[in-house]
């Protein structure tokens, strides 16, 4: 369990990130929306096969968000290891839960011997970019068809070929 408290003052956001658990699983099926629809179970289902792991956020206890670390290299993606789904609940969003979500996904990574990150982000996603860029990722140059649309807010948008920008983090640059 990692903490930290927004240095705010009063009204204060604290925020822990944890590996996720099957206790969780109410949690996080109550904030699915049509596009994620049983998906959080089935992303327990994969940690529990190992290689894949889900890392969950809480801003004052309550679960608000979560990211998921593939270190899987069967999954048709060359990508290895992969952080993949971050995703934030809208209500819970700039108060520094996406970043030490990164964080301790990138933490977990370095733990389990990896000495970079890979993940792939639709080009036009207008806090996601300047999230991982303050973080330390940059783009790779390579391309691929995007395959997290689920993150995507909304319904039905977006074109019917998006594709996805591979951004890289060296783990060992500190
Ligand atoms: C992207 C996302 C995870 C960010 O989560 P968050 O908890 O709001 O991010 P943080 O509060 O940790 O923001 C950290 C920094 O990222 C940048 N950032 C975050 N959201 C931003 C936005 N909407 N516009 C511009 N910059 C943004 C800022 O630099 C921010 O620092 P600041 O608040 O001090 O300015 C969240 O917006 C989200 O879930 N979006 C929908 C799903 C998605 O796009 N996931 C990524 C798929 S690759």
Do not use: C
Not at 117 to 129: Q, S
Request: hydrophobic share 35%; no cysteine.
């Amino acid at each position: 369990m990692r903490r930290s408290e927004d240095m705010a003052g009063a009204g204060r956001a604290s925020i822990e990130t944890r590996l996720a658990t099957a206790e969780d699983l109410p949690a996080l099926e109550a904030n699915e929306t049509a596009k994620t629809k049983g998906l959080s179970a089935s992303y327990l289902e994969e940690q529990a096969k190992g290689g894949y792991y889900v890392v969950v956020g809480l801003i004052d206890g309550e679960i608000a968000g979560r990211v998921i670390l593939d270190t899987r290299d069967d999954d048709g993606t060359p990508l290895v290891p992969e952080m993949k789904l971050l995703w934030v609940y809208p209500q819970g969003r700039r108060k520094g839960l996406g970043a030490a979500l990164t964080q301790h996904l990138e933490e977990l990574a370095r733990e389990l011997g990896y000495d970079e990150v890979f993940l792939g982000v639709t080009p036009d996603n207008p806090a996601a970019i300047p999230l991982y860029v303050g973080l330390g990722y940059a783009p790779t140059g390579e391309h691929r068809s995007a395959i997290n649309l689920s993150v995507i807010d909304g319904e039905g948008e977006g074109t019917n070929d998006p594709i996805e920008a591979i951004f890289r983090k060296s783990l060992t640059v500190r």
